[in-house]
């Protein structure tokens, strides 16, 4: 049994073993729901990573824009009028509490202005 764990682990990428170690993470968080089973417009908590941080100019403002991972799928967070936030950062692990939206043309769900508690 050690013998064929040992060859998965040879044969897997390490993207497939990073994402097994953050669902196994996700999955211990009490109380959310998996980023890839989220509904629209459905009030939920989601727990994940920061893999992404970017400013997004719009209507004349900065809006600080973080893609969330979990393994099973991503989100996007959007706070309005912020160029950064302390604490929030590449790599940071949280628990975000909001509504989910899909906008129109865009195909990934989208919270605006997210609570959020930081892991």
């Known amino acids: 049994m050690a013998l064929k764990r040992f060859f998965s682990k040879l044969t897997t990428s390490v993207d497939e073993m990073d994402a097994a170690k953050l669902r196994q993470f996700c999955g ?21 990573e920061i893999s992404s941080l970017r400013i997004v100019p719009r209507d004349g403002s900065p809006w600080l824009e973080a893609t969330i991972s ?22 940071r692990r949280l628990v975000l509490k909001g509504r989910a939206i899909a906008p129109a043309g865009d195909r990934r769900l989208t919270i605006y202005n997210p609570a959020y508690e930081l892991l």
């Open 28 to 48: 211990g968080v009490d109380n959310v729901v998996p980023i890839g089973e989220l509904a629209a417009r459905v009030e939920a908590s989601v727990v994940g």
């Open 70 to 91: 979990d393994g099973t799928g991503s989100i996007v967070a959007l706070w309005t009028g912020r160029r950064r936030i302390a604490g929030i950062s590449p790599g």
